[in-house]
T-cell receptor, first 112, second 114 residues
Framework: GNSVTQMEGPVTLSEEAFLTINCTYT??????LFWYVQYPGEGLQLLLK?????DKGSNKGFEATYRKETTSFHLEKGSVQVSDSAVYFC???????????FGDGTTLTVKP | KAGVTQTPRYLIKTRGQQVTLSCSPI?????VSWYQQTPGQGLQFLFE???????NKGNFPGRFSGRQFSNSRSEMNVSTLELGDSALYLC?????????????FGPGTRLTVT
């Protein structure tokens, strides 16, 4: 079946540090890939997406590139801020299966 | 455009009772999916409704059911509640077509079973 594996947390960084959260996927089809962010007490918000190999999704300084050869979609940001503290979920939608699958989430804490 | 709304936001029920949660999708969205979020199990897919029909279903017991109305609003019902059903239940809406399948999540309903 389809699965998404993302880096376990929690991750604690100082402000302006570089962020990488790893995500790999396994799918029978050719999924679209997403990163969502969840702030305390809220639902998930779409952060960025990529629908085919070599696509780069970007938003608010975050980037992720769809690497088909390594089946990865790692999230990166060059300089994190305290306001980036949240839980980040990697997800994939497999059109063949008609389902979305999410990783377990990675909690990021950024300290001033 | 208004976002996805879920009611109620918080709910406390007793084991053995049943509960109904409601979700109103973004206007124009025809697909509604439900997820259960718990600290130990992460985000688990319950089911998806599209144009009043259940299109996909996750691996949950039959106590969990849902429906969708002609205006795309959806309800989820859990019967014979168990302590393990305590979770945040998230609803997500989508246009429902195409391969990108962007989902927009509501704030969730926090269910506590005592």
């Amino acid at each position: 079946g389809n699965s998404v594996t993302q880096m376990e947390g929690p991750v604690t960084l100082s402000e302006e540090a570089f962020l990488t959260i790893n995500c790999t996927y396994t799918a029978t089809g050719y999924p679209s890939l997403f990163w969502y962010v969840q702030y305390p007490g809220e639902g998930l918000q779409l952060l960025l997406k990529a629908t085919k190999a070599d696509d780069k999704g970007s938003n608010k300084g975050f980037e992720a590139t769809y690497r088909k050869e390594t089946t990865s979609f790692h999230l990166e940001k060059g300089s994190v801020q305290v306001s980036d503290s949240a839980v980040y979920f990697c997800g994939g939608y497999d059109p063949n299966a008609g389902k979305s699958t999410f990783g377990d989430g990675t909690t990021l804490t950024v300290k001033p | 455009k208004a976002g996805v709304t879920q009611t109620p936001r918080y709910l406390i029920k007793t084991r053995g009772q049943q509960v109904t949660l409601s979700c109103s999708p973004i206007s124009g969205h025809r697909s509604v999916s439900w997820y259960q979020q718990t600290p130990g199990q992460g985000l688990q897919f319950l089911f998806e409704y599209f144009s009043e029909t259940q299109r996909n279903k996750g691996n949950f017991p039959g106590r969990f059911s849902g429906r969708q109305f002609s205006n795309s609003r959806s309800e989820m019902n859990v019967s014979t509640l168990e302590l393990g059903d305590s979770a945040l239940y998230l609803c997500a809406s989508s246009l429902g077509g195409g391969r990108t399948y962007e989902q927009y999540f509501g704030p969730g309903t926090r269910l506590t079973v005592t």
